[in-house]
């Protein structure tokens, strides 16, 4: 059974005494089969239920209608569940489209320097914090509750993710029905929604020579009038997927087809996620809170999601290694098909000598963080274009679009997970309800479906466009990785939480990881914040069309609808706090007020990493004034 949140009052104080006595009294040297195997809080007869109980003592170590968080069985299952979210869908636009724009392999200069500043510490900080705190995105900042508004911004974040990221899904959907043809409907000039500017083969190295530029080259075309043809990849994407119409003030009508996938996609979604992701046959969950400056999906952004500790059965890890190694069989076989094709040995030499002056401009290092607007047309024109030219080509199509609904599902999958948990975890015990996650689930399905209504019209790209560059990119994503850096090395305290993880692996981590939480990493993440809001420039689609200002002021009130938590909450506490401002202007008064805003709400699980610090007591008498003072001290 889940373990409620231990306060951290003089309950944490009394039931550690009781356990020092109940130790003691059983011979002082030796420890009950619940301390040998950590489970502190449950060692002795009344312990949790004598000791803390009462109404303002939230502490009973199980309780009717709590399910217990569980772990992993074998690491090699974590570590493939997390390839198995990691790769996502921008490994197959934007890093590809990034690479290329930023002057080729040189790119990967900043890439990996962000990478060892900025993505693998707090990837690192995330996961031992969610995994010490067993909360969360919400509760697990009961490690300092005075920036609690970090797990309200997160789960903002989170709830705007899983809004538009599906849409991608819904549109391989979609792409992946129409593979299902004997010839792809994207190959042709043929179809209703071409129109006569629509060109198959383009001829462009016949039209080298200024001087042919009115001599007729492919079809009835001469060379001025082929640099406005138009690629059938192209019309089928902008004509037939999204109909897109002129602006965001064009709505437009629905398109019914795209609707269907799309519901399609939350129905799988749903009925994967209604009772955990064991129901998918794959894995137990357990929510961890993390920021992740993730490859696949923002090219290093930070990304606020809740991976899961899982449980798995042999019968079910079979699922999760074929999702986490499937999409690399597909890019590696979509890698050799390239290297054979004319022109490919131009474009690895590009990559190969890159544009060293490129590392000259400072859009080279915010391009790591950039959102780009040509992710969706890579995914969705490029690829099918190269599929399009392979032997049996419906066959690839219909692998590579299977493969990029996994890579999607995966990450959706977090994201509902995550977003269901933290609201479960504000529902007291007492309100349980036997389908209580089923209809959270269900509710959050429904809430981003209606919303996502509006990305399925003639103008949804524009609002899709809208949700990617601001609600959950960017500034958004670097200002809570800068918050969530300073609260555990400056207000928690570095070293503090690096002996939490040592409680937990056995050692510390490497130094490296504390001086990048300290100091490294937030200074980057606010550097590049700065930089970027100095550098703002309107959003436009295609470098044509430029958002009207009252677009703009929808996107902006996406960024501080997440970004106004922390300063907002923090301002929320300081007010609500005991005391007086007037009562702060000493500086015992201001410790004490501080102390009390910032002191850890432990959880009764806790007591487990605190086991070791109790077997150093035995020798204390017990009721003494400075054994008490010993264990809180063990606690905190």
């Given at each position: 059974?889940?373990?409620?949140?231990?306060?951290?009052?003089?309950?944490?104080?009394?039931?550690?005494?009781?356990?020092?006595?109940?130790?003691?009294?059983?011979?002082?040297?030796?420890?009950?089969?619940?301390?040998?195997?950590?489970?502190?809080?449950?060692?002795?007869?009344?312990?949790?239920?004598?000791?803390?109980?009462?109404?303002?003592?939230?502490?009973?170590?199980?309780?009717?209608?709590?399910?217990?968080?569980?772990?992993?069985?074998?690491?090699?299952?974590?570590?493939?569940?997390?390839?198995?979210?990691?790769?996502?869908?921008?490994?197959?636009?934007?890093?590809?489209?990034?690479?290329?724009?930023?002057?080729?392999?040189?790119?990967?200069?900043?890439?990996?320097?962000?990478?060892?500043?900025?993505?693998?510490?707090?990837?690192?900080?995330?996961?031992?914090?969610?995994?010490?705190?067993?909360?969360?995105?919400?509760?697990?900042?009961?490690?300092?509750?005075?920036?609690?508004?970090?797990?309200?911004?997160?789960?903002?974040?989170?709830?705007?993710?899983?809004?538009?990221?599906?849409?991608?899904?819904?549109?391989?959907?979609?792409?992946?029905?129409?593979?299902?043809?004997?010839?792809?409907?994207?190959?042709?000039?043929?179809?209703?929604?071409?129109?006569?500017?629509?060109?198959?083969?383009?001829?462009?190295?016949?039209?080298?020579?200024?001087?042919?530029?009115?001599?007729?080259?492919?079809?009835?075309?001469?060379?001025?009038?082929?640099?406005?043809?138009?690629?059938?990849?192209?019309?089928?994407?902008?004509?037939?997927?999204?109909?897109?119409?002129?602006?965001?003030?064009?709505?437009?009508?629905?398109?019914?087809e795209l609707m269907l996938c799309l519901m399609?996609?939350?129905?799988?979604?749903?009925?994967?996620?209604?009772?955990?992701?064991?129901?998918?046959?794959?894995?137990?969950?357990?929510?961890?809170?993390?920021?992740?400056?993730?490859?696949?999906?923002?090219?290093?952004?930070?990304?606020?999601?809740?991976?899961?500790?899982?449980?798995?059965?042999?019968?079910?890890?079979?699922?999760?290694?074929?999702?986490?190694?499937?999409?690399?069989?597909v890019l590696i076989i979509l890698l050799v098909?390239?290297?054979?094709?004319?022109?490919?040995?131009?474009?690895?030499?590009?990559?190969?000598?890159?544009?060293?002056?490129?590392?000259?401009?400072?859009?080279?290092?915010?391009?790591?963080?950039?959102?780009?607007?040509?992710?969706?047309?890579?995914?969705?024109?490029?690829?099918?274009?190269?599929?399009?030219?392979?032997?049996?080509?419906?066959?690839?199509?219909?692998?590579?679009?299977?493969?990029?609904?996994?890579?999607?599902?995966?990450?959706?999958?977090?994201?509902?997970?995550?977003?269901?948990?933290?609201?479960?975890?504000?529902?007291?015990?007492?309100?349980?309800?036997?389908?209580?996650?089923?209809?959270?689930?269900?509710?959050?399905?429904?809430?981003?479906?209606?919303?996502?209504?509006?990305?399925?019209?003639?103008?949804?790209?524009?609002?899709?466009?809208?949700?990617?560059?601001?609600?959950?990119?960017?500034?958004?994503?670097?200002?809570?990785?800068?918050?969530?850096?300073?609260?555990?090395?400056?207000?928690?305290?570095?070293?503090?939480?690096?002996?939490?993880?040592?409680?937990?692996?056995?050692?510390?981590?490497?130094?490296?990881?504390?001086?990048?939480?300290?100091?490294?990493?937030?200074?980057?993440?606010?550097?590049?914040?700065?930089?970027?809001?100095?550098?703002?420039?309107?959003?436009?689609?295609?470098?044509?069309?430029?958002?009207?200002?009252?677009?703009?002021?929808?996107?902006?009130?996406?960024?501080?609808?997440?970004?106004?938590?922390?300063?907002?909450?923090?301002?929320?506490?300081?007010?609500?706090?005991?005391?007086?401002?007037?009562?702060?202007?000493?500086?015992?008064?201001?410790?004490?007020?501080?102390?009390?805003?910032?002191?850890?709400?432990?959880?009764?699980?806790?007591?487990?990493?605190?086991?070791?610090?109790?077997?150093?007591?035995?020798?204390?008498?017990?009721?003494?004034?400075?054994?008490?003072?010993?264990?809180?001290?063990?606690?905190?």
């Open positions: 059974m889940e373990k409620q949140a231990l306060p951290a009052s003089s309950c944490s104080l009394v039931l550690l005494e009781e356990t020092k006595k109940s130790l003691l009294s059983n011979g002082g040297g030796s420890f009950p089969p619940a301390a040998a195997n950590g489970s502190l809080a449950m060692a002795g007869s009344g312990v949790v239920g004598g000791a803390c109980a009462g109404p303002d003592r939230k502490v009973t170590g199980a309780g009717p209608g709590y399910q217990e968080r569980e772990t992993w069985t074998r690491q090699m299952d974590f570590i493939m569940s997390c390839v198995g979210f990691a790769v996502g869908l921008g490994n197959v636009w934007r890093f590809p489209y990034l690479c290329y724009k930023n002057g080729g392999g040189v790119f990967l200069i900043p890439y990996l320097l962000i990478v060892f500043v900025g993505g693998i510490p707090i990837f690192f900080l995330e996961i031992a914090l969610g995994q010490f705190m067993k909360a969360g995105s919400i509760n697990v900042w009961n490690i300092a509750p005075l920036f609690k508004g970090l797990g309200y911004a997160s789960m903002v974040i989170v709830f705007f993710c899983n809004t538009y990221y599906i849409m991608v899904l819904a549109w391989g959907f979609y792409y992946l029905i129409k593979s299902f043809n004997a010839t792809l409907p994207w190959s042709t000039c043929d179809n209703e929604w071409n129109t006569p500017s629509c060109l198959e083969i383009f001829r462009h190295q016949d039209c080298s020579n200024g001087s042919l530029a009115n001599a007729t080259i492919s079809g009835n075309m001469t060379c001025a009038e082929l640099a406005d043809a138009r690629s059938p990849v192209i019309e089928f994407w902008e004509n037939k997927v999204l109909n897109i119409s002129s602006g965001l003030d064009e709505v437009g009508q629905f398109n019914w399609a996609v939350w129905v799988m979604v749903y009925f994967c996620v209604w009772k955990g992701v064991k129901s998918t046959g794959k894995v137990t969950e357990q929510q961890n809170h993390q920021i992740f400056f993730q490859t696949s999906n923002r090219s290093l952004h930070v990304i606020v999601v809740h991976m899961m500790s899982l449980t798995n059965t042999n019968s079910n890890i079979c699922i999760v290694y074929f999702t986490a190694t499937f999409p690399y069989v098909r390239g290297v054979t094709l004319p022109g490919a040995y131009n474009g690895i030499m590009y990559y190969i000598k890159p544009d060293w002056s490129k590392l000259e401009e400072a859009q080279e290092f915010e391009g790591v963080f950039s959102v780009c607007a040509a992710g969706p047309g890579l995914a969705f024109i490029a690829y099918p274009m190269a599929v399009s030219l392979m032997p049996v080509a419906p066959l690839w199509a219909a692998l590579f679009f299977f493969m990029l609904l996994l890579l999607g599902l995966d990450s959706q999958f977090v994201g509902v997970e995550g977003f269901v948990t933290g609201i479960l975890d504000l529902i007291p015990g007492k309100h349980h309800h036997r389908y209580k996650r089923e209809i959270a689930v269900a509710i959050c399905c429904l809430l981003c479906f209606v919303i996502d209504l509006s990305m399925v019209t003639q103008g949804g790209m524009y609002v899709f466009q809208l949700f990617d560059y601001y609600s959950a990119s960017g500034m958004t994503l670097l200002w809570q990785a800068f918050w969530e850096c300073i609260v555990v090395a400056w207000v928690y305290g570095a070293d503090r939480f690096m002996d939490d993880v040592a409680r937990m692996i056995g050692y510390r981590p490497f130094p490296w990881m504390k001086w990048c939480w300290s100091f490294i990493t937030p200074c980057v993440c606010m550097g590049i914040f700065l930089f970027h809001l100095v550098n703002y420039k309107p959003l436009t689609y295609n470098n044509v069309y430029v958002y009207p200002w009252w677009g703009e002021v929808i996107g902006w009130c996406l960024a501080l609808s997440s970004m106004l938590c922390i300063p907002v909450s923090l301002l929320y506490k300081l007010f609500r706090a005991k005391g007086t401002f007037r009562e702060v202007s000493t500086k015992h008064s201001t410790d004490k007020r501080w102390a009390h805003l910032t002191s850890p709400v432990w959880g009764a699980h806790h007591l487990e990493y605190m086991a070791p610090d109790i077997r150093s007591l035995t020798s204390l008498s017990p009721g003494t004034d400075d054994s008490k003072v010993i264990i809180f001290e063990s606690v905190m």
